[in-house]
């Protein structure tokens, strides 16, 4: 497969689409989270589940606004986990509507964010996150997850083309080595810093 044949291959889906598709597969995640797995550590470091659900919460809403050329912000992490017992059902609305705002006419158009970054990259920046991000709250709190395999080669080269910056920033942690023949998705957490066989 040539180059050409590679990007038309990344492009056959709207981001909107690919953001459907991996809503549902993360909605039923965050919905499985009790309550008493909050405090769970997860792959971030940096996070727990419940800061991890919040940090997810805040880029479907943020990156709403980046689809219609808003700017975001991402600041202060809002706690919508502790804003009240339906937090699930928010974030699935939330996740619906950030489908809905990249699914648009015209959202993948120009540039968006205080970057100025290419539209579709930065509607691959949300998909990243609501997949890899789901993934680690599945591996937290002790479930499977696989991510849809139409999503995984459009974030495969958006990640090749924001590891630089993503590393410099903290964002992503040094790729970790796992064999050649590993499937799609298993390299591509290994690229963002994450160890895709540690329990």
Known sequence: MDENDTQEQQQAYGIGELLAVAAARAVPVVAGIGDTTLSAPTPCADYDVKALVNHLFQVVVEFQKLAVKKDSDFAVTVDRVGEGPDWRERFA???????????????????????????????????????????????????????????????????????????????????????????????????????????
Do not use: C, I, Q
Request: no cysteine; aromatic share 6%.
């Open 93 to 199: 609305g939330e996740a619906e509507a950030l489908a809905a705002a990249w699914s648009a006419p015209g959202a993948e158009d120009g540039t968006s964010g205080a970057m100025n970054m290419p539209a579709r990259l930065v509607g691959s920046m949300a998909l990243l996150d609501l997949t890899v991000h789901a993934w680690d709250l599945a591996r937290a709190t002790g479930r499977p997850y696989e991510a849809p395999p139409e999503v995984v080669a459009p974030l495969a080269a958006a990640v090749a083309e924001l590891s630089p910056t993503a590393r410099t920033m903290g964002v992503f942690g040094e790729p970790v080595e796992v064999a050649a023949g590993a499937p799609p998705f298993v390299r591509l957490l290994a690229a963002t810093g994450r160890d895709p066989y540690r329990e």
